[in-house]
């Protein structure tokens, strides 16, 4: 069993940045392909980014391409999502999963952990 759970979210102001970060306690994540959706009101779960279990291969979005960078560290056991260039847009709770599969995992049913998620607030 793994928990996941998600720290860094907030109100930030278009144009900033925020990180996010993502805890795991119960295993390691070391065999796991990670990845962060997001989901906005009345919208479905999103897929953001995702890293592979190394970290030596990362899948994002096309709608954060250049702007948001995921990353790992897996001495800490933990997932991060770099933020940069906000826009309104991109206000969503944000949710970090884990999958045992590997490759881009873009859908949520791939995915078997996930934590509660965070609120970010981009203010335009």
């Known amino acids: 069993q793994v928990q996941l759970v998600e720290s860094g979210g907030g109100l930030v102001q278009a144009g900033g940045s925020v990180r996010l970060s993502c805890a795991a306690s119960?295993?390691?994540?070391?065999?796991?392909?990670m990845g962060w959706f997001r989901q906005a009101p009345g919208k479905e779960r999103e897929f953001v980014a995702s890293i592979s279990p190394t970290g030596s291969s990362t899948y994002d979005a096309d709608s954060v391409k250049e702007r948001f960078t995921i990353s790992r560290d897996s001495a800490k056991n933990t997932v991060a999502l770099q933020m940069n260039s906000l826009k309104a847009e991109d206000t969503a709770v944000y949710y970090c999963?884990?999958?045992?599969?590997?490759?881009?995992?873009?859908?949520?049913?791939?995915?078997?952990?996930w934590g509660k998620g965070t609120q970010v607030t981009v203010s335009s």
């Open positions: 999963a884990a999958s045992r599969r590997l490759g881009t995992l873009r859908e949520p049913k791939e995915y078997t952990y």
């Open positions: 119960g295993r390691s994540l070391f065999m796991f392909t």
